[in-house]
Structure formats: structure tokens, C-alpha cells
Nanobody, 125 residues
């Protein structure tokens, strides 16, 4: 069983930088992919990005490709999500999740079974 805790959220001005971190605790023998999702008020939760356990492969939603960067720190067992030049549309609750698959190509929300509690990001104007 894996427990996830997100951190790094808060209020950031438009044009500022975002760096979220997800710390994973517990053990897993499957080396699953991990991902980030976000949910804006009144909207459905959407996929943002995913990374393999080793950090060697990444995948991004078409809507955010080129805007966000996902990375893994194997030693710390964390996965980070970074974004410069934040926009108000980035305001959302961001969630970290563990996939039931090892690969990230063709990632679907249904692939993820373990979720963190989320961290709120508000991009002010």
C-alpha cells in the first residue's frame, strides 16, 4: 500500500512559478508510473502528466504539453510538477496518484488507483 502526500500549493501570482511535490510512502514491488491531475472549481478532474517509476519516460496531456514538467527523484521517492509563467487557468486542486501500470503512454485516469488528498493552487491576477 502506498500513501501519497502533496505539497507546494498556495497562492501564486500570474507569471510566477509552481513546483509541487508528491511524497510516496510505503512499499511497492511493481514500480508503477505516477502522475499528476488537477481539478478546477466546477470542472471535472483532468490528467496533467505522468512519469515512469525510474523517471525515464514522461507523458503529458495535449492541453498542457510544453507548459508543465514532471520529474522523479528516486532517492527521495517523490514526483514533482513544475510550471513557469503561471496563468489564472492553472488554478485548481492538484492531485498526485499512483498508476496500476508501469508505462505512461496512453495514460488514462482509470489507470490510477491510489490518490493523494490534493493541494490547492490559486493563481492570482
Amino acid at each position: 500500500q502506498v500513501q501519497l502526500v502533496e505539497s507546494g500549493g498556495g497562492v501564486v501570482q500570474t507569471g510566477g512559478s509552481l513546483r509541487l511535490s508528491c511524497a510516496a510512502s510505503g512499499r511497492t514491488s511493481s514500480r508503477p508510473a505516477m502522475g499528476w491531475f488537477r481539478q478546477a472549481p466546477g470542472k471535472e478532474r483532468e490528467y496533467v502528466a505522468a512519469v515512469t517509476w525510474s523517471g525515464g519516460s514522461t507523458d503529458y496531456a495535449d492541453s498542457v504539453k510544453g507548459r508543465f514538467t514532471i520529474s522523479r527523484d528516486i532517492a527521495k521517492n517523490t514526483v514533482s510538477l513544475q510550471r513557469n509563467s503561471l496563468k489564472p487557468e492553472d488554478t485548481a486542486v492538484y492531485y498526485c496518484a499512483v498508476s496500476g501500470r508501469k508505462w505512461v503512454a496512453g495514460t488514462q485516469m482509470a489507470d490510477f488507483g491510489s490518490w493523494g488528498q490534493g493541494t490547492q493552487v490559486i493563481v492570482s491576477t
